[in-house]
Each structure stands twice: as structure tokens, then as C-alpha cells.
């Protein structure tokens, strides 16, 4: 089992800037990937960003450039440094933890969710 405990967003304004943290707790040996995901109003869950142990990250387009995610060395910690925010930016941001056991299929956790607010 893997516990993810996000932290950050809140409100801010066009152009400004948000950092969000997640921390996995419990089984995180097994840690593929962290990823951050977001859903809009209205909107499905979308890919943001995703990163795994060794750094290598990948962006959706809509934030390559503003968004930059993160992890810590010893690989349960993400976090997702967000620039330049637009009001499309708004959403529900998870974080999800990609879980590759020695014995079975990998496995995915989410956070509970943080709300981001961009206004003009």
C-alpha cells in the first residue's frame, strides 16, 4: 500500500505561480513514476506532468515550459513548480504514484486531490 499526502495551490492570479508537493509513504521501493494529473470543470483527468526516479520527465503540451516537476533523492517526493498560470490552469491536481512490484501487475495510488484557482 502507498499513501500519497498532497500539499500547495490554493488561489492565485493570471501570471502568477503555485507549487504543489506530494509525498508517498508506505511500499514506495517499488516507485516507477510519480505524475501529476488534473481535472477542469467539466473536464476528464488529464496527464500534466510525470517524472520517475531517475529524473527523466515528460510534460503535456499545454504546460511544457511554464510547469516543472520534480522529485527528491530518495524518490517519494514530487513536486510540481507551476509558472505563468492561466486561467485554464484551473482544476483539481492528483498526484499518482506508479507502483512496479517484483510480483504482479504495477499498481496505481492518487492523491485526495488540492484545488487550483487562477483568476484575471
Known amino acids: 500500500q502507498v499513501q500519497l499526502l498532497e500539499s500547495g495551490g490554493g488561489l492565485a492570479q493570471e501570471g502568477g505561480s503555485l507549487e504543489l508537493s506530494c509525498v508517498a509513504s508506505?511500499?514506495?521501493?517499488?516507485?516507477?513514476?510519480m505524475s501529476w494529473y488534473r481535472q477542469g470543470p467539466g473536464q476528464q483527468r488529464e496527464l500534466v506532468a510525470a517524472?520517475?526516479?531517475?529524473?527523466?520527465?515528460n510534460y503535456a503540451n499545454s504546460v511544457r515550459g511554464r510547469f516543472t516537476i520534480s522529485i527528491n533523492n530518495a524518490g517519494n517526493t514530487t513536486y510540481l513548480q507551476m509558472r505563468a498560470l492561466k486561467t485554464q490552469d484551473t482544476a483539481v491536481y492528483y498526484c499518482?504514484?506508479?507502483?512496479?512490484?517484483?510480483?504482479?501487475?504495477?499498481?496505481?495510488?492518487w492523491g485526495q486531490g488540492t484545488q487550483v484557482t487562477v483568476s484575471l
Open positions: 499518482q504514484a506508479e507502483i512496479a512490484p517484483r510480483i504482479g501487475p504495477i499498481l496505481y495510488y
Open positions: 517524472i520517475n526516479p531517475n529524473g527523466r520527465t
Open positions: 508506505g511500499s514506495v521501493y517499488a516507485m516507477n513514476a
